[in-house]
């Protein structure tokens, strides 16, 4: 009746729930506690473990994840990107907040930065554009998570066409933990490097938030790549095409907000008529 | 009549139960008539506001107040009939081109009437003047829209000259010249404005009236919509499609140094501009939206500048056509104060038409609905903001600092004064209270000069202590990191199923 641990490092052997037997009683309270805490601690270190694996060996981490992966760090991870965001907001210094400095100045390292950005969905974002009094987690959490969702059920619609092997659940898990770059360097750059630096010396940070940037785009191409086992060429065209359909599925529900909301309109003032004559 | 009812109420008082009944009956009308008096009050009882980084509105004390007002009724000039220009000359007389009476009318600047123009049936009659300009010499120059022509006068109001329509190569001979507002700068060039909107920029003529090309015009942004819709229409699309232009100027202002003011109503952003003698715009770098977007109902109004003026500090002055509100901005297009708007009290405008600066900061707007030109005079706050940014413009930051500390003592919001402040610490030194200051005023800029300045002292104080640190801790870090990795890489992740 033991736990399967990872063979490596020796995590302790997590206690399995057990069936309560008669006559144990409440007596079970804090063992269930511990058991609990056990398997908590056991999920976690395995998804940092993967997270580190993604990072350092991508090809074979996602060999691994299509295996090991499990739809429980798909939340855990957006939620640590979701983290990451709000912590890399509170550390910016005040002078790289971008409220109200007009930035109209088109560079290359700015196009590059764009570039990136559209490619991550803007899921991977470094620049705080807003007010800090103003910062809501469930507006942030959702400009990380409506992309990701879009993302995923568009990539799994494409992926479908092109018959690639994946299934939804290695789509969404190898597309969280192409985000472990964002959650390892995004705060610390924030932390680090906007209070150390002047405005003057912002490429610094911007150029590091830019390589990030990247990297996060070669993980999506390197995940497409593994889990489907497309070749290159595809790859890229399956990248497109899946964003062009996460901007078709977004343009399709403002169409049927503008539609719904004008009926919605209507039969209210309909209903406003009817009750007030 | 209120204190008399209140009196009377308050004798009523306590002597029976219907005296009660009568204090409150006065109390209501006295409270009535209170609110009616601020409703029709002129300007003096309302508040001013700025703008802070975002475009929200700071409330801030009235920088203007309403003073008096000049028409022309029962004066021997009889009423305006839709004036479109005001120029106040160097002898602050006030000159009006009064355009549906066909004439231009003087007045000195408490407004009494001096003498008209251009009425004399000779080859100087105007014909729907709308743009005047006063030399330093004194001569007196009208731009003649309904003849088409620039009229000169000498002091004494005898006619000089005339220049017609100019020719030249850049010309068409069909052009259409209808002359609207004029300027004259140091070195007798006129700067003439073509109405009907000439998006080509200023008429550049010689005192001679040669035409020598055309000066300052707005040019066209960079836009990725129109650049994908003329890629993929064919020629007969494209002529469908209606052209798309530059703005033009509205209105132009010289300044002694022989900068051109410029406005330009329906530019979104950069609508003022000051010239220099090449024709580029050196008052803001990158492009500034002035005024204020306002949204009425679901419609966004975009501000119309139609007239600006400088007074001799280089506060500029201009005015919003669309809001009726003057908007003031100080020698680098940071925004000073509002004032005036909508409306048919005193301080408001119907159709206002143009303003000029006269003394001690006088400003004279005119209406060409009211046919009047009302006067405001700047309250203590707005002459401790004037003073305070023409120290800080000419490097006296220590000097402004005292004035940007009154400024803050009267509106606490003010940002431009916390930024004067800034820089005043700066100066001194004093970089910490200066972060603090350009923290309150969010003038990233400055906060980021001020702790590049703060990161140098420090570096050079504690490099002794600092270097080590540093080193220690990339040491222990790079230790961390290189362990953790390596027992990672060791691992094989043997994680089917995990705990049950």
Request: overall charge positive; proline content about 3%; charged content about 20%.
């Amino acid at each position: 009746m033991t736990a399967r641990s990872i063979p490596a490092v020796a995590t302790p052997a997590v206690p399995r729930r057990r069936v309560a037997r008669p006559g144990a009683g409440r007596a079970g309270t804090a063992a269930r506690w511990r058991a609990a805490a056990g398997r908590v601690r056991w999920y976690l270190t395995k998804w940092f473990r993967q997270m580190l694996f993604v990072l350092t060996h991508p090809t074979e981490a996602f060999w691994e994840l299509k295996r090991t992966g499990d739809w429980a760090s798909v939340a855990f991870l957006v939620f640590l990107a979701v983290m990451a965001r709000m912590l890399l907001m509170s550390f910016m210094s005040f002078h790289y907040i971008f409220q109200g400095v007009e930035r109209t100045k088109w560079n290359l390292e700015r196009v590059m930065q764009q570039f990136t950005a559209t490619m991550t969905l803007g899921m991977t974002n470094f620049i705080y554009n807003g007010n800090p009094e103003d910062t809501s987690v469930i507006q942030e959490a959702l400009r990380i998570l409506i992309p990701f969702v879009t993302w995923c059920l568009a990539h799994y619609a494409i992926a479908m066409i092109f018959y690639g092997e994946g299934g939804l659940r290695d789509i969404m898990v190898s597309a969280a933990f192409s985000l472990s770059p964002y959650i390892f360097f995004s705060w610390p750059a924030s932390l680090i490097l906007t209070n150390v630096t002047t405005l003057a010396e912002r490429s610094l940070y911007f150029s590091i938030s830019w390589l990030v940037n990247l990297w996060v785009f070669y993980l999506f191409l390197t995940h497409i790549r593994i889990i489907h086992d497309f070749t290159f060429k595809r790859t890229v065209a399956t990248y497109i095409i899946s964003l062009i359909t996460v901007i078709i599925i977004w343009s399709l529900v403002a169409l049927v907000y503008a539609l719904t909301s004008n009926t919605y309109e209507f039969f209210y003032e309909l209903f406003y008529e009817l009750t007030t004559r | 009549m209120a204190v008399d009812t209140a009196r009377f109420g308050r004798r009523g008082v306590g002597r029976d139960p219907r005296g009660w009944l009568r204090a409150g009956a006065a109390a209501l009308l006295s409270l009535s008539l209170m609110v009616t008096t601020v409703a029709t009050a002129s300007a003096d009882r309302e508040y001013s506001w700025t703008l802070d980084k975002d475009g929200q509105q700071l409330r801030s004390p009235m920088p203007y107040i309403y003073d008096f007002e000049v028409d022309g009724m029962y004066k021997p000039s009889g009423t305006f009939k839709n004036p479109a220009d005001i120029f106040i000359d160097k002898e602050y007389n006030v000159w009006i081109a009064d355009t549906g009476n066909n004439r231009l009318l003087k007045f000195d600047e408490r407004g009494n009437y001096l003498r008209e123009f251009g009425t004399a049936e000779d080859e100087g009659k105007l014909n729907a003047p709308e743009g005047i300009y006063v030399t330093e010499r004194g001569d007196i120059w009208v731009a003649d829209r309904g003849n088409g022509r620039i009229v000169q006068y000498a002091p004494d109001g005898t006619f000089l000259k005339a220049l017609g329509k100019p020719r030249s190569r850049l010309l068409e001979e069909d052009q259409v010249y209808q002359p609207n507002k004029l300027v004259i700068d140091r070195r007798g060039y006129i700067y003439v404005l073509n109405g009907g909107g000439d998006y080509r920029g200023i008429f550049l003529l010689d005192s001679e009236g040669e035409f020598r090309g055309f000066f300052g015009a707005n040019r066209l942004s960079f836009n990725l919509a129109r650049l994908l819709v003329r890629s993929f229409t064919t020629d007969a699309q494209k002529k469908q499609i209606s052209k798309v232009l530059p703005t033009h100027h509205a209105n132009l202002f010289v300044d002694p140094r022989g900068f051109i003011y410029t406005v330009s109503p329906l530019s979104q952003q950069d609508q003022i501009k000051k010239l220099n003698s090449v024709g580029n715009n050196v008052y803001t770098t990158s492009a500034k939206a002035f005024g204020e977007r306002e949204r009425r109902g679901t419609q966004i109004v975009n501000p119309q500048f139609v007239d600006v003026t400088v007074d001799e500090q280089g506060i500029v002055s201009a005015l919003d056509f669309n809001s009726g509100r003057i908007y003031q901005y100080d020698q680098s297009a940071n925004l000073l104060a509002i004032f005036g708007g909508r409306g048919a009290q005193r301080g408001r405008f119907e159709l206002p038409q143009s303003l000029a600066v006269g003394r001690e900061g006088r400003i004279f707007v005119l209406d060409a609905n009211r046919n009047n030109i009302q006067i405001f005079r700047p309250t203590e706050f707005a002459n401790l903001l004037h003073d305070g940014s023409k120290l800080y413009f000419d490097g006296k930051y220590n000097e402004a600092a005292t004035i940007w500390e009154e400024v803050l003592r009267r509106n606490s919001f003010y940002e431009l004064a916390h930024t004067g402040l800034g820089k005043s610490f700066f100066k001194r030194g004093d970089y910490v209270t200066a972060m603090e200051e350009y923290k309150i005023a969010r003038n990233k800029d400055g906060y980021s000069q001020a702790f590049g300045e703060w990161r140098h002292d420090f570096l050079r104080e504690n490099f002794g202590w600092l270097l080590p640190m540093v080193i220690f801790a990339i040491w222990v870090l790079t230790t961390v990191i290189s362990r953790t990795m390596k027992r990672v890489m060791s691992m094989k992740l043997e994680t089917e199923g995990g705990p049950a």
